[in-house]
């Protein structure tokens, strides 16, 4: 079936739209529609991709409302009257077309110590020990969560989903040594400025529960006196939404 891709171009100066034409199968994922297009009908098209296989995280496109991964999404399941509009991951800067800037939510998970600080004496790890934080452990960087976050929109302050899925996920590991030290290093990251819209649960492309984390951490966090009701330092900060 011959569809039409609508894609955002931007060449450094100027943004404009560009639509393709293009033969897909049911089974034609957008990131095969787009190298079919950069292989055969536009050169100068850039996007990022990798792995192809939903592992690299580096091919997050926005459709219409929606942000997804561009080698798990097939054409089919997003096109609407033969059309299908494809920009670029939101809240980030543009490179280039498609191409956006990771580093503006990479560079944020220093903030979230999102690496694993083992204690003196490691226990030894049962199945039921990894369960507390398996999906967690799937994250890929992709980005989509920090993309659809509507606090990002409004006070770069915020740790974002990413920090807090790290923070929980080495929170829950009993062989890491910073045990409560990750509910204060949440706080510093601004965790209750979440507005629990549920839009990063919702996007994950590996179905992680984001926000149900970040409710955890919060609820244990206040229970401790580890995280207060109102941030400090944050002030003129307001959603979207009101809240
Ligand atoms: S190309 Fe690696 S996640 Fe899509």
């Known amino acids: 079936m011959e569809v039409k891709l609508k894609v955002k171009r931007f060449d450094g100066k100027k943004e404009y739209f560009e639509i393709y034409t293009v033969s897909i199968e049911d089974r034609t994922t957008i990131l095969e529609a787009l190298f079919h297009i950069k292989d055969y009908k536009d050169n100068t098209l850039s996007f990022r991709a990798q792995c192809r296989s939903a592992i690299c995280g580096t091919c997050a496109v926005k459709i219409g409302d929606n942000q997804v991964l561009a ?84 006070g770069q302050e915020f740790g974002g989903p990413i920090n807090f899925v790290k923070i929980y996920r080495f929170w829950k590991d009993k062989n890491d040594a910073l045990k409560d030290e990750r509910l204060v290093i949440a706080d510093k990251n601004k965790i209750t400025a979440c507005v629990h819209c549920k839009y990063c649960t919702f996007s994950c492309p590996k179905e992680i529960p984001v926000e149900q984390d970040i409710l955890q951490l919060k609820f244990y966090g206040k229970q401790k006196g580890i995280i207060k009701e109102d941030q400090e330092g944050f002030g003129g900060f307001s959603t979207p939404f009101g809240f």
């Open 71 to 154: 080698c798990k999404t097939k054409v089919k399941d997003f096109i609407q009257d033969n059309i299908l509009t494809i920009e670029p991951a939101g809240n980030l800067p543009v490179i280039k077309d498609l191409v956006t800037d990771q580093a503006v939510f990479l560079d944020k998970l220093g903030d979230a110590k999102a690496w694993f600080e083992p204690k003196e004496e490691i226990e030894p790890v049962y199945p039921e020990d990894l369960k507390q934080f398996e999906k967690e452990t799937d994250c890929i960087l992709c980005g989509i969560c920090y993309s659809v976050c509507p606090v990002f929109q409004t």
